[in-house]
């Protein structure tokens, strides 16, 4: 599995952009880069993923460094609903299935 | 809501016993994974089946099996049941087997404590 480093824990500011960042300096060419959060125990939501390309969507941006070795997950404007672990994950694909490999993730605290 | 669907939501059974946990995936979606997460462990893989066939396999205990129906709903079986077993399971899904651009979605999951 290509490992991702992630720092255990980070504070933001309600209303400031939340930079999350992860390193995945043994990533194959073609695996991509999953984010998912969990909000105490409930299930893991999809949050972006990307290969090469930063990707923004709806809810986050997604910067991959041009070598792939790592990646910010950029929240834009964090609110006191976005508190979760934040995971990085990096999609290991075998030869008959996949999985995501989860880690410990970052905690994200929004603050007031 | 993630449009996969677990029952039940919430269990509790004594040592020794029998369960089965119940996942229906997304509509459209062929892939069916199960995770464990207990407090000590975090999120771990347990099992993946794809159309009705088992495609990879992770931390799953022999105690524990799973299948994939025709209708691509899946269920887990938890057997002989040890107070470690106590968890939360998620199951998720995804279109395809293989592909690492396609997203997998996780339902809310099952809350099993074993006494």
């Known amino acids: 599995d290509a490992k991702t480093t992630q720092p255990p824990s980070m504070d933001c500011a309600e209303g400031r952009a939340a930079n999350l960042p992860c390193n995945h300096s043994?990533?194959?060419?073609?695996?991509?880069v999953y984010w998912y959060r969990q909000i105490h125990s409930q299930g893991p939501q999809y949050i972006i993923h990307?290969?090469?390309n930063n990707e923004t969507n709806e809810m986050a941006s997604l910067i991959i460094t041009e070598d792939r070795k790592s990646s910010t997950l950029i929240l834009p404007h964090a609110t006191l609903r976005d508190t979760a672990v934040y995971y990085c994950?990096?999609?290991?694909?075998?030869?008959?299935?996949?999985?995501?490999?989860f880690g410990e993730g970052t905690q994200l605290t929004v603050n007031p | 809501d993630s449009g996969v669907t677990q029952t039940p939501k919430h269990l509790i059974t004594a040592t020794g016993q029998r369960v089965t946990l119940r996942c229906s995936p997304r509509?459209?979606?062929?892939?069916v994974y199960w995770y464990q997460q207990s407090l000590d462990q975090g999120l771990q893989f347990l099992i993946q089946?794809?159309?009705?066939?088992?495609?990879a396999k992770g931390n799953i205990l022999e105690r524990f099996s799973a299948q994939q129906f025709p209708d691509l709903h899946s269920e887990l079986n938890l057997s002989s049941l040890e107070l470690g077993d106590s968890a939360l399971y998620f199951c998720?899904?995804?279109?395809?087997?293989?592909?690492?651009?396609?997203?997998?979605?996780f339902g809310e999951g099952s809350w099993l404590t074993v006494v």
């Open positions: 990307g290969l090469k």
């Open positions: 043994t990533i194959s060419g073609n695996e991509y």
């Open positions: 509509s459209g979606d062929l892939s």
């Open positions: 089946y794809y159309n009705g066939e088992e495609r």
């Open positions: 994950i990096v999609r290991v694909e075998e030869t008959s299935g996949s999985r995501l490999t």
């Open positions: 998720a899904s995804s279109v395809e087997v293989s592909c690492s651009g396609n997203t997998i979605y």
